[in-house]
């Protein structure tokens, strides 16, 4: 079983759309939940940093951790055509040594005006 | 906005040849990352570097690599015979602490011949 997994898609929805991202996991060592927006050939570029269960809102988005279930989510409210990127969640356990991150592979994102 | 930095942003090069990739952390930052995309694949953790020391490293990470922090800013990442499949994106990334969220670079392209 992977660590990580994520949908790749794409997931192409309407401009204005309400968008819905998910990640599940298996290492039930994570506490720390994140969500990259990556365009091509670009750095990730951080978007939602959440530490155990719960909902965090951002503007636009919200992200969602259910840890009994070992599953994150990305909501995107009114989706634009700017927000066509591929989406990264990431996590890490908690250690002193620094924060190694495992990666989802992504999913990839189209909206379309 | 504070922006981790990485040259160069393509470099093509021979097998068997010694890369260096360079990156600037952001300057308050403490703890100092690797990590990679092979084309099309997840990005993948490579090694942590705090005090001027390795705090972890994963199994991509072997002898063949090596990071330094020669001065007080750059922060290096030494391939010393590449190989074919070292043919990736390398992202530099830093955090303030080993809780903090991880800023990513823009990359830098390795083509491998």
């Known amino acids: 079983q992977k660590e990580v997994e994520q949908d790749p898609g794409p997931l192409s929805v309407p401009e204005g759309a309400i968008v819905s991202l998910n990640c599940t996991y298996s290492n039930s060592a994570f506490q720390y939940f994140m969500w990259y927006r990556q365009y091509s050939r670009k750095g990730p570029e951080l978007l939602m940093y959440t530490y155990s269960s719960g909902n965090k809102e951002d503007g636009r988005f919200t992200a969602q951790v259910d840890k009994s279930s070992k599953y994150i989510s990305l909501f995107i409210r009114d989706s634009q055509p700017s927000d066509s990127a591929t989406y990264l969640c990431?996590?890490?356990?908690?250690?002193?040594?620094?924060?190694?991150?495992?990666f989802g592979g992504g999913t990839r994102l189209m909206v379309k005006p | 906005e504070p922006e981790v930095t990485q040259t160069p942003s393509h470099q093509v090069t021979q097998m068997g040849q010694e890369v260096i990739l360079r990156c600037v952390p952001i300057s308050n930052h403490l703890y100092f990352y690797w990590y990679r995309q092979i084309l099309g694949q997840k990005v993948e953790f490579l090694v942590s570097f705090y005090n001027n020391e390795i705090s972890e490293k994963s199994e991509i990470f072997d002898d063949q690599f090596s990071v330094e922090r020669p001065d007080g800013s750059n922060f290096t990442l030494k391939i010393r015979s590449t190989k074919l499949e070292d043919s990736a994106m390398y992202f530099c990334?830093?955090?303030?602490?080993?809780?903090?969220?991880?800023?990513f670079g823009e990359g830098s392209w390795l083509t491998v011949v």
């Open positions: 990431a996590m890490s356990p908690l250690n002193n040594a620094g924060n190694m991150l495992t």
């Open positions: 990334a830093s955090s303030e602490s080993h809780r903090g969220t991880i800023y």
